[in-house]
């Protein structure tokens, strides 16, 4: 079979999402088709949703600006899954504390950006992902910092803070699973959902 993989693609890191959603299919025998997301009209054609990191502020005013956002809302609605990682989840959740970004409310969580310290901009750590049965080694970058979780579920923390959530079809993380070779977090989100 072939899924129809979007990736949102109006700024950020694109292509290692592609080859990790390709690559997560191919573990379970399936074709992953990628469509990059720059305008409206692709995200309802699409199986499931990747929302990269890059620039919170950039990608929620261009996903409104284009017509996106409410595509995303509706593929949300619908029980489809999305993966949106750092800036991606700063998007979905219902709060960034940022006037700038105008969040779509799909994650409820609220998050701080950039909230872990300039010394700590990036950083690497093994984390205990709930589905996972061993460690994932997790890439921040200037992540944002999950302040409050309401229906969300954690599925990760670090430092006793969540940095990975579940919202329905949608799976939010701080960092990056797409810098790793390990397809374990695309693989759960689309193919290990409960
Ligand atoms: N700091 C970025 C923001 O606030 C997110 C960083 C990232 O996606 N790596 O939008």
């Given at each position: 079979m072939t899924v129809t993989a979007g990736v949102?693609?109006?700024?950020?890191?694109?292509s290692e999402h592609a080859v990790a959603i390709e690559r997560a299919a191919a573990s379970h025998g399936e074709e992953a088709e990628v469509r990059e997301i720059r305008?409206?009209?692709i995200v309802p054609e699409c199986d499931l949703l990747l929302l990269p990191g890059g620039e919170s502020t950039t990608i929620s005013r261009l996903l409104r600006r284009e017509g996106i956002a409410p595509e995303i809302q509706a593929h949300v609605e619908a029980g489809k899954p999305v993966l949106a990682t750092c800036a991606g989840l700063i998007v979905l959740s219902?709060?960034?504390?940022?006037?700038r970004v105008e969040t779509?409310?799909?994650?409820?969580a609220t998050v701080e950006r950039n909230a872990f310290g300039r010394q700590k901009d990036s950083f690497e750590a093994p984390l205990s992902v709930a589905g996972l049965d061993d460690p994932f080694h997790a890439v921040f970058i200037r992540a944002p910092l999950i302040e409050s979780v309401g229906e969300a579920a954690v599925l990760a923390e670090w430092d006793g803070r969540p940095v990975a959530v579940r919202d329905g079809p949608v799976v939010g993380t701080s960092?990056?699973?797409?810098?790793?070779?390990?397809?374990r977090l695309h693989d759960l989100a689309f193919f290990g959902a409960d």
């Open positions: 949102v693609a109006v700024q950020g890191d694109v305008q409206s009209g219902v709060d960034a504390n940022d006037d779509l409310d799909l994650v409820d960092f990056h699973p797409e810098l790793t070779d390990d397809a």
